[in-house]
C-alpha cells in the first residue's frame, strides 16, 4: 500500500494561486501514475491532472490547461500541484492518488488516495 498525504489547501481570491503538495510513503515503486482529483458538494470526483513517475508525462483536464502545472520530485516521493489564475469554480476538496495504469483518467484505477485538502476560491 501506498499512504499520500496532501497539504497546501487554503481560502484564496479568485486571480490567485496556491500550491498543494501530495506527500508518498510505502511501496511508491508500485506507482506508475501519480493523479490529482478534484471533488465539489453534490459532483463527482474528477482528474484534473496527473503525471507519470518515470517519464513525466503530463495529463491536464480542459478547465485547467495553462493554469496549473503537476510536477513531481522523485527523490523526495512528492508531487506537486501549482494552481495559478484560480477561479471559483476551481473550489473544491482536491485529492491526490496512485495508480498502477499509465496516464489513467477513471478514478476507479487509482488504488490509494489521501484524504484530501479544501481549495476555496472567493470571488
Known amino acids: 500500500q501506498v499512504q499520500l498525504v496532501e497539504s497546501g489547501g487554503g481560502l484564496v481570491q479568485a486571480g490567485g494561486s496556491l500550491r498543494l503538495s501530495c506527500a508518498a510513503s510505502?511501496?511508491?515503486?508500485?506507482?506508475?501514475?501519480m493523479g490529482w482529483f478534484r471533488q465539489a458538494p453534490g459532483k463527482e470526483r474528477d482528474i484534473v491532472a496527473s503525471i507519470t513517475w518515470l517519464g513525466g508525462s503530463t495529463y491536464y483536464t480542459n478547465s485547467v490547461k495553462g493554469r496549473f502545472t503537476i510536477s513531481r520530485d522523485k527523490a523526495k516521493n512528492t508531487v506537486y500541484l501549482q494552481m495559478n489564475s484560480l477561479k471559483p469554480e476551481d473550489t473544491a476538496v482536491y485529492f491526490c492518488?496512485?495508480?498502477?495504469?499509465?496516464?489513467?483518467?477513471?478514478?476507479?484505477?487509482?488504488?490509494?488516495w489521501g484524504q484530501g485538502t479544501q481549495v476555496t476560491v472567493s470571488s
Open positions: 492518488a496512485t495508480s498502477q495504469y499509465r496516464s489513467s483518467t477513471d478514478p476507479r484505477r487509482y488504488g490509494s
Open positions: 510505502g511501496r511508491t515503486f508500485s506507482s506508475v501514475t
